[in-house]
């Protein structure tokens, strides 16, 4: 099958980016990729809502022209690809596009689309603001507490994807090469030769486990963490600290066991904010010299003269820690960086805390060439495909981010109080109305309708 050519809307003009700001016409083409599943339920109710914004913010002087492309099942259907490479070279040329939950092929081809697209694009940053809207049910008690912005790296920790299976030859040879070049860390893979898999195949024999062959069992993955990788990443989230005034940065990470890859990053954290934004941030780093140099009261005092004159916290946390700090005291965080597993855990047990993942928002943006994929961070949920039923707050609440990205920030204001209101009114969808007393259970493009009301 041929690959999906695209023909821009006509009236459309392209975004471009400028001395790293974006220029945003007033009619600019968004590509956007329905999603797979529910996807076509939740992208017709969410266009109608981004559209009345605008149209609504704007008087009309404003409008997107959207250009479908094609990735996941429906692109595999028709096209027979699951990704592509005209999909991919649409969201490159017109820099802002949205996209819907995807279907991940099973058995072999791309491990995910969704990491493909942000990999392809280099989107470094993963962009996932947590915040709670009146009246959403939540299973802690001060959800209103919740109001967090987390920097997720997109592009390396294991998500990168270098993983080599048990048994493979690949892996065989990565396992050689670490015995002979570092017999002691060798030494830490317990099962790393089949000598030591065989003793311990025998004791679990000795206590009545069924007898097998073994072998060297055991499969490898390489964690990257680079100084580069983690400047960009601190870098956008200091910038985006500084501009919305918010008090802090916390640098996420699992340094204690992971010295050189998680620790490395929580160390080139600070010196990023200290080399780029001395005039803007106080760090505990910082506090930590000065406690050394004149004592715990000098330090003390410093950072309240630091804070009070509007500087920005750079402070660190433990990644297990956090995610028990942020039910216990969630208001201590406000803007957190972090690398790519700890921030997958974080954003999805944040976005429980305020109403589950179907009406978490996401983003994933390269700042520096000003390519952005704002998306459903929910999966495609195929039991409830084509039932007008699920919520399709994630999706909207997406369109608010690129909206604000965009610098249309009248149209993202007016989607935040049409949030608020339509579910102050209790006329929600099923996975809130089950959980709100008094709720009036709406369809999704019934939500859709509810919300462009109250516009």
């Known amino acids: 099958m041929a690959e999906p050519t695209y023909t821009a809307p006509a009236g459309g003009g392209k975004i471009a980016i400028q001395h790293g700001r974006l220029n945003v016409p007033d009619n600019p083409i968004i590509p956007f990729i329905e999603g797979d599943g529910t996807g076509a339920d939740i992208w017709r109710a969410s266009v109608r809502v981004l559209d009345a914004a605008v149209a ?30 005209s999909t991919v070279e649409a969201c490159r040329d017109y820099l802002v596009s949205m996209k819907g939950p995807l279907t991940t092929p099973v058995g072999g081809g791309i491990r995910s689309l969704n990491v493909a697209l942000r990999q392809m694009l280099d989107l470094y940053v993963c962009l996932r603001p947590v915040r709670w809207f009146k009246g959403v ?62 003793a311990w195949q025998k004791q679990l024999e000795a206590i009545g486990a069924p007898h097998r062959e073994v072998g060297v069992d055991v499969g490898i993955g390489i964690k990257p963490v680079s100084y580069l990788g983690t400047e960009r990443l601190v870098h956008s989230a200091i910038s985006y600290a500084i501009q919305n005034k918010r008090k802090s940065v916390t640098l996420v990470h699992k340094g204690n066991i992971m010295k050189f890859t998680e620790g490395a990053f929580r160390n ?62 969630p208001d201590e965080f406000d803007v957190i960086a972090t690398l790519n597993l700890n921030g997958d855990y974080l954003s999805d047990a944040l976005a429980a805390q305020v109403g589950g993942i179907g009406i978490a928002p996401g983003g994933n943006i390269n700042y520096l060439t ?35 990205y965009m610098g249309w920030l009248d149209a993202a204001d007016t989607i935040i109080s049409a949030m608020d209101k339509a579910i102050a009114n209790k006329r929600v969808t099923y996975d809130f109305a089950r959980l709100m007393d008094g709720a009036t259970e709406v369809k999704c493009s019934e939500f859709g309708d509810e919300l462009i009301k109250n516009l």
């Open 137 to 198: 049910p939540s299973p802690v008690k001060t959800p209103e507490k919740v109001d967090m912005v987390i920097f997720r790296e997109n592009t390396e920790d294991i998500y990168a994807g270098i993983e080599y299976a048990a048994g493979s030859e690949a892996a065989q040879k990565l396992l050689d090469f670490i015995a002979q070049n570092d017999p002691k860390a060798f030494d830490k893979i317990r099962f790393g030769t089949k000598a030591k898999a065989e």
């Open 268 to 329: 080139w954290g600070y010196e990023v904010a200290e080399k780029f934004f001395p005039n803007h941030t106080y760090t505990w780093e910082t506090w930590e010299k000065t406690k050394a140099a004149q004592g715990e009261a000098a330090a003390n005092a410093e950072q309240r003269a630091a804070l009070a004159a509007g500087k920005v916290l750079i402070k660190d946390a433990i990644a297990d820690i956090t995610l028990q700090q942020v039910l216990t005291r």
């Open 370 to 404: 000003g390519h952005a994929v704002f998306e459903a961070t929910h999966g495609t949920a195929p039991k409830y495909a084509n039932l007008d039923k699920v919520n399709p707050g994630s999706v909207i609440l997406s369109g608010e981010m690129m909206l604000r």
């Open 56 to 85: 609504k913010a704007y008087g009309g002087k404003k409008k997107i022209h959207w250009l479908e492309v094609f990735a996941g099942e429906k692109s595999n259907n028709q096209f027979g690809t699951w990704l592509p490479n």
